[in-house]
């Protein structure tokens, strides 16, 4: 099992502030990287996915990847209560069907 | 229309029997896979296959046998039951080798051993 780590939390925010998620991987050949959200017996759904050195930004949310430094990140502006979810960092190792998940972050916004 | 489908979604059985649990898609990908996740939300790659040909093992038990007829369904069968074996099991598909496109998750089977 190739080593993605993450802060398993669990992580609390109020509502409105950023909450911030990391995770380390150990593969330097990793290629693609993808943040999942998973809610309570739910499957988990991607929410962002990065592929280059920098940030990327989609609404509320900013995934920051450096490869350098193996760690990507996520930023959750504005955190809302429906943000309240485990996320899940995932690396590909782009030599095909090697997706290797981190141990999740639990994530509670308080209201 | 379900794009990747499990079934069952809860199965509960006793130590020692042997289980199926099914994966469909109707997404036409090539690539499908299992994957188990414990009670800590840790989501642990088990078995991909590519095509019907399986690509990775990731050292699990030889109890779990994958099975794959066509390239639809990828059938999850686990002989001897063990109670470390409750979990769940998610099925999950991808375009193509490489193609570092997101994964598309069933909803999960949730095994429980008695």
């Known amino acids: 099992q190739k080593e993605v780590e993450q802060n398993s939390g669990p992580l609390s925010v109020p509502e409105g502030a950023i909450a911030s998620l990391n995770c380390t991987y150990s593969d330097r050949v990793s290629q693609s990287f993808f943040w999942y959200r998973q809610y309570s017996g739910k499957s988990p759904e991607l929410i962002m996915s990065i592929y280059s050195n920098g940030d990327k930004e989609d609404g509320r949310f900013t995934a920051q990847l450096n490869k350098a430094s193996q760690y990507v990140s996520l930023l959750i502006r504005d955190s809302q209560p429906s943000d309240s979810a485990t996320y899940l960092c995932?690396?590909?190792?782009?030599?095909?069907?090697?997706?290797?998940f981190g141990t999740g972050t639990s994530l509670t916004v308080i209201p | 229309d379900t794009a990747v489908s499990q079934t069952p979604k809860y199965l509960v059985t006793q130590m020692g029997n042997d289980k199926s649990i099914k994966c469909e898609q109707n997404?036409?990908?090539?690539?499908m896979y299992w994957y188990k996740q414990d009670s800590k939300k840790f989501l642990k790659i088990m078995f991909s296959y590519n095509n019907k040909e399986l690509i990775i093992n990731e050292t699990v038990p030889n109890r779990f046998s994958p099975k794959s007829p066509d390239k639809a369904h990828l059938n999850l069968h686990i002989n001897s039951l063990e109670l470390g074996d409750s979990a769940v099991y998610f099925c999950?598909?991808?375009?193509?080798?490489?193609?570092?496109?997101?994964?598309?998750f069933g909803s999960g089977t949730q095994l429980s051993v008695l």
């Open positions: 997404l036409g990908h090539d690539t």
């Open positions: 995932a690396v590909n190792l782009n030599t095909g069907n090697q997706f290797y």
């Open positions: 999950a598909t991808e375009p193509g080798a490489a193609t570092n496109e997101k994964l598309f």
